[in-house]
């Protein structure tokens, strides 16, 4: 089809009414768009806008370069940019997820039914505006560099990659082809800027490179409000798949456009939103240097954030604010020092003290768990404080020891690795609790034997293995106190995992004297 033809289908010239086809004048690509644009918006009909946006496709598969992208001579009086990327955002808008009507409720899936397919419908579209953007960069006939089409790349640049990071994961609105789609289009956005990753192009080439990133911020600002940020169900994942592309040293330039949505996000009283503010708050943790975080306080009022979540019984939840806050603490901690405010009690000590509350009275096994899993990393912090708590923790290690923990035992692995450490950290307050730590290894070493349940027998050797290094270090810090105890079961004992672990208490023995 005629580029003259096509435009008479969109209405926007008129042939028949030319005597001379040949005298036929075909209008700037500027005006040409502008009117699109407005034919667009106004088409109602389902069906005849997934019509228009075939004409669209058709239209950038067939226009000239020159016609679409040049300045230089029938375009001078529009800034094509600003045409460019108002149109892309009409379309964009024609693939627009429905919007919640309040904050509180959530759309069906339902609702996203016909999502996928205007996705795609939308997507073919830019694919091919970016092949002939890509053609644009070369030299016009006419003499000119193609510069404008570098400005209508950066104009279109940042809604292409939210709409991508819109579609290009698994969610109820994306189906395969819209995903694959999705992610084809990131590797078009790719070449059209010139960058070799999707870091380059959000942080650009080098530490002073300029990236979109700030841009992109900028562009999802409006929907990262307070009132907002919950009304489009693709904001949120937008968000954090932006954030976890930026890393150091880029991404304490941004704190400021970045730290207000992720704390707005874990404080939701949704658990996964929760997880994923808590997550954000993270990489932010990690990816900004402690001086920025300690300026106005920021430091203080994530760890109040995170503090708050430690009182929610939800392992989802607590599995990412304990990582998250032993990763903040040491920040925290150096703070005080540098301001000459030491305390007594550490961050540490208070976030240790309400953990091992919990842990105490914990009784479902996936939070008992999570706790597990991350008691070693404090009690390691703590060091010798770790003192301080040794009554509450002596008595989490037997409870928790007593506990039958599935067939993982991920949480009796855990605890034994935590007492390891105490035993090596606070080895002179050992020997005043050593026959109760005793009792309760030998008690766990006697009942892994006799198991008979669905542990496998690696995890098995495991717990027998760390029961028995245990019994060493018990042994090292009371002066072979516990050889004296265990040759006298040895006398009366016929289980051969336990008589294994007393000869290898022995010989431990023997090597130390």
């Known amino acids: 089809m005629e580029l003259a033809e096509f435009l008479e289908k969109l209405k926007l010239t008129d042939i028949s009414k030319l005597e001379d086809a040949r005298e036929l004048h075909i209008p700037p690509s500027g005006k040409v768009f502008m009117q699109i644009q407005e034919l667009f918006q106004a088409t109602q009909s389902k069906q005849s806008r997934y019509e228009f946006l075939k004409d669209i496709r058709l239209l950038f598969e067939t226009a000239d370069s020159h016609w679409l992208f040049g300045h230089c001579c029938s375009n001078r009086d529009f800034d094509l940019s600003k045409v460019y990327g108002n149109l892309v955002t009409s379309l964009i808008q024609y693939a627009a997820l429905p919007v919640c009507e309040n904050d509180i409720s959530e759309l069906p899936e339902s609702a996203f039914s016909d999502i996928p397919e205007k996705a795609e419908t939308v997507v073919s579209c830019f694919l091919v505006l970016i092949q002939k953007l890509l053609v ?25 990659v939210v709409f991508a990071a819109t579609h290009c994961h698994v969610k109820p609105w994306t189906s ?17 800027s010139g960058s070799e990753s999707l870091a380059q192009l959000l942080m650009g080439k080098n530490d002073r490179g300029k990236g979109i990133v700030g841009s992109v911020l900028q562009f999802l600002r409006p ?42 996000i874990s404080d939701d009283y949704r658990i996964e939103n929760k997880v994923m503010g808590v997550r954000c708050i993270h990489h932010i943790i990690v990816n900004v240097p402690a001086a920025d975080l300690w300026q106005f306080n920021r430091a203080q009022v994530l760890y109040h954030a995170l503090f708050n979540h430690l009182y ?143 542990t496998s027998e690696t995890v098995k050797s495991s717990l027998l293995q760390q029961a028995t290094q245990c019994l060493i270090l018990l042994d090292r810090c009371s002066e072979h106190k516990v050889k004296v105890l265990l040759d006298k079961v040895q006398r009366s004992c016929n289980n051969a995992d336990l008589l294994k672990s007393i000869s290898e208490v022995q010989k431990d023995a023997e090597i130390t004297n």
């Not at 082809?177 to 078009?188: I, M, T, Y």
């Not at 937008?238 to 991404?251: A, N, S």
């Open 136 to 160: 644009g960069k070369d030299p016009y006939p006419c003499g000119e560099s193609g510069e404008s089409t570098v400005l209508i790349c950066n104009s279109t640049v940042v809604p292409f």
């Open 312 to 454: 929610t019984h939800e392992a989802d939840l607590i599995q990412v604010v304990l990582p998250c806050l032993l990763d903040l603490l040491p920040i925290m901690e150096k703070s005080s020092v540098i301001t000459e405010k030491r305390e007594k009690t550490t961050y540490t000590d208070e976030v240790l003290r309400l953990v091992l509350t919990h842990m105490e009275m914990e009784n479902k096994i996936a939070l008992r768990r999570v706790y597990a899993k991350n008691l070693p990393c404090f009690v390691e912090r703590l060091g010798i404080s770790t003192a301080r708590h040794l009554k509450r923790l002596e008595k989490v290690i037997v409870g928790y020891l007593e506990v039958y923990d599935g067939p993982e035992e991920e949480a009796r692995l855990c605890v034994l690795e935590t007492l390891k450490c105490t035993i090596q950290h606070v080895w002179p307050r050992i020997p005043s609790r050593l026959e109760v730590f005793l009792k309760s290894l030998l008690k766990l070493i006697y009942d892994v034997s006799t198991d008979s349940s669905l």
């Open 176 to 192: 395969f082809e819209s995903r694959s789609l999705a992610n084809r289009l990131l590797n078009e956005v790719l070449k059209m």
């Open 223 to 264: 929907e990262l409000q307070k009132h907002t940020w919950k009304l489009n169900p693709a904001t949120k994942h937008v968000f954090f798949w932006i954030l976890c592309q930026i890393t150091r040293p880029w991404l304490a330039n941004h704190l400021e456009r970045v730290l207000p949505p992720a704390l707005l």
